[in-house]
């Protein structure tokens, strides 16, 4: 090894040997720390951070074993416009991705990280995407000089010694190399090589961007595996539902951003099921790898270990699972910290305190026009601690799929549930989910459709017109699919006010979805897939006229037709690379539009 280890490496693998040795002369380290994912390391690493100011200590009667971070002001978010898919060609990463050619991206990022971690340690992670022991896991190695991705990727995967016993001596791991420089935003790279199974990014400490383990290994990475080896990696929660007669069945769900998907992975029925005996269980929040079964249907599994979720908006209406797993041993990055050593950010069930530290560290009162949290305020919480975790979740075969669900937010267009009529429309469906702007999300500019296909547009690892055809073709390989949904939670009325109440309540919708995976359910066709009647939610408890549900569930063939117009706009950018069977789903449904 280089002068710069001052340790005894934890491996012998020569693969690994060789790739530190030839990171560590580019970034010239004073010292290098193999991490070997024990608590005594933890805790000693947790105390170099207060004593660094990387982490500060809230208060521990409050809340026990959770710190704050605050991140430097100009990186604070994933940085889409400097994430790069540096596959051989252009046309490999296909026109929704940033390409670089991988001699360019090399290139350019060794110039920045030579000499990058100098008077630094580097810290050398070796960590598990997947359940110890699965053959479907994959191992990863992180390079990083940020002992706040240390402790965050202790969260949110399985790290440490567990990983090299599972890697032993073969070369097949994904090599994460990853430095903060200087965080300065024009030197700042998110780069994934996916033929060399190699992730780089530098300039950057913020989780999306320096976890490599989450979106860039098991998203981008692991999508593109997953075309070449036969499964997909999909950003979807998995949840599972227990009936009365403790019966289990499992959906997983792809939503956008800001559409409510962690609420829905943690979701608590309505009291009135509840006392019938149903229960929900998270086994999953953010990102699902499916594969079929031995049994002929899609099984899916969860790669994380933890939930790094948006705070702001977190309160016990909105998920109460969450406020109680993030009670203890969690990281806070970029909230509000109060003088009492607690937290408060926009959206908490407490009201504002008289004053605190906004995150930028700065006196802040209610009476500002400023943020107590950053709208990007974040918690890394153990997935173990979520009181509603499914016994299984960690179970290496995954589980079975009776339904997926897609999701998107339309004020006027889509019903409140739509099933597909086979797998093929199903992907169609998927292919073309969009969701409309808020003002918090472009400044004022509402109602802007952005399509966001099977919610992997930033987080596709090669060009999506493949990714589709890779999912038709999945379809041919699984005897038993499971029915593929769409949903929309934010239908409004002409009020502007939502018409469905959300939340816990989405289980009314979730149980008719299982309905019609088993061929129960009532259900009447319409030109875009097969619908609830008015009466096959159950809505006991709600104040839902007839007129209202009539209008949740209502198809305007005038402002399909728009949708048509738009798809077609979407579809052109693929050019001749997209799947004929996403155009004949097109024609299809417009034949279906204009007869209706």
């Known amino acids: 090894m280089t002068t710069a280890s001052l340790e005894t490496p934890l491996t012998k693998n020569p693969a690994v040997l060789k790739w530190v040795e030839d990171c560590s002369a580019l970034l010239k380290p004073d010292h290098i720390h193999w991490v070997d994912g024990t608590e005594a390391e933890r805790q000693n690493m947790i105390s170099t951070c ?11 009667a409050l809340l026990p074993g959770c710190y704050f ?10 940085t889409e416009h400097l994430t790069f898919i ?20 090399y290139a350019k990022l060794k110039g920045i990280f030579d000499g990058a971690m100098k008077g630094r340690t580097l810290y050398v992670i070796p960590f598990i995407m997947g359940p110890a022991g699965s053959p479907f896991s994959k191992i990863g190695v992180e390079i ?19 990983a090299w016993k599972q890697l032993g001596d073969s070369p097949n791991f994904t090599r994460c190399l990853h430095s903060k420089a200087d965080l300065n935003e024009s030197r700042r790279f998110i780069c994934h090589f996916p033929q060399d199974n190699t992730i780089w990014s530098v300039g950057s400490g913020y989780g999306g961007n320096a976890l490599l383990g989450k979106k860039c290994l098991a998203l981008r990475i692991a999508s593109a595996l997953g075309q070449k080896e036969g499964w997909l990696a ?56 499916l594969r079929v079964g031995p049994d002929g249907r899609l099984w899916a599994s969860n790669p994380e270990a933890g939930f790094f979720g948006v705070v702001p908006g977190t309160n016990s209406r909105s998920n109460p699972n969450a406020v109680k797993t993030i009670r203890t041993n969690t990281i806070y990055t970029n909230v509000g910290k109060m003088a009492n050593g607690d937290v408060w950010w926009e959206g908490h069930d407490n009201l504002p305190p008289e004053e605190c530290l906004d995150w930028k560290g700065q006196k802040w009162n209610p009476d500002m026009d400023t943020k107590a949290a950053h709208p990007n305020s974040r918690f890394t919480a153990p997935a173990r601690q979520c009181p509603s975790i499914a016994p299984n979740w960690e179970d290496p075969a995954g589980v079975p799929l009776d339904a997926i669900l897609f999701g ?37 500019n509402v109602g802007v459709v952005r399509r966001d296909p099977m919610a992997m547009l930033p987080f596709c690892g090669y060009n999506m017109a493949d990714y589709f055809g890779h999912w038709l073709s999945m379809g041919t390989k699984i005897k038993n699919p499971p029915k593929i949904f769409l949903a929309n939670w934010f239908r409004q009325g002409k009020d502007g006010k939502y018409l469905w109440p959300g939340y816990g309540d989405n289980m009314r919708v979730l149980l008719w979805i299982l309905d019609r995976a088993q061929g129960k359910g009532a259900s009447v066709e319409s030109p875009i897939g097969t619908l609830p009647t008015k009466d096959a939610i159950d809505a006991g408890g709600l ?33 001749s690379r997209l799947p004929a069977a996403l155009k004949s789903e097109r024609d299809a449904l417009a034949a279906r539009i204009k007869k209706a």
């Not at 971070?69 to 994933?78: C, E, L, M, Y």
């Not at 019966?247 to 956008?256: H, S």
């Not at 937010?409 to 086979?422: D, G, K």
């Open 50 to 60: 207060l004593k660094t100011g990387e982490l500060e200590e809230l208060n521990q």
């Open 69 to 78: 971070h605050r991140s430097a002001q100009n990186d604070v978010a994933r």
């Open 86 to 105: 540096c596959s051989p060609t252009k046309e490999d990463a296909g026109p929704t991705n940033n390409w670089m050619a991988p001699s360019e991206a």
């Open 144 to 162: 990083t000089d940020s002992l706040y991705v240390v402790l965050n990727m202790g969260i949110m995967t399985r790290m440490g010694n567990v």
């Open 234 to 289: 999909e950003h979807m929660l998995i949840l599972g539902i227990e009936n009365p007669k403790g019966e289990k069945r499992y959906i997983a769900a792809a939503f956008p951003s800001a559409c409510g998907k962690t609420n829905l992975a943690m979701l608590v029925p309505p009291a009135h099921l509840v006392k019938q005996g149903y229960k929900v269980w998270t086994l999953g929040d953010d990102i699902a790898w």
């Open 408 to 444: 998107g937010r339309r004020a006027h267009l889509t019903p409140l549930i739509t099933e597909s009529y086979n797998w093929q429309h199903g992907v169609f469906m998927g292919a073309t989910m969009a969701s409309e702007t808020t003002a918090a999300q472009q400044g004022g």
């Open 543 to 575: 104040d839902l006229t007839a007129p209202v549900m009539e209008e949740l569930l209502s198809v305007d063939r005038a402002a399909w037709e728009t949708e048509i117009a738009d798809i077609d706009k979407f579809f052109a950018t693929f050019g």
